[in-house]
């Protein structure tokens, strides 16, 4: 009866996997794209704040852009 079961619950789990397995592949996939983009996005913001920063320690003038307080 216990082998029943498990096989009953395998072949449940192997017929998902079949039927939903290529859209949440898809979906991950999406996922770590969007979240790639993002990192890349807060590193170029970091980088050119960096770089804002030393063009105003070089000119000795401190200027703030629209968006800073």
Do not use: C, K, N
């Not at 397995?21 to 170029?44: K, N, S, V």
Request: aromatic share 8%; charged share 25%.
């Amino acid at each position: 009866m216990t082998g029943f079961v498990v096989g009953v619950l395998l072949t449940g789990l192997v017929a998902l996997v079949w039927r939903y397995g290529p859209r949440l592949l898809e979906a991950l996939h999406e996922f770590r794209l969007a979240t790639l983009r993002g990192m890349a996005d807060d590193e170029i913001g970091e980088l050119h704040r960096q770089a804002r920063l030393r063009m105003q320690r070089v000119a000795g003038q401190s200027w703030r852009g629209p968006f800073e307080p």
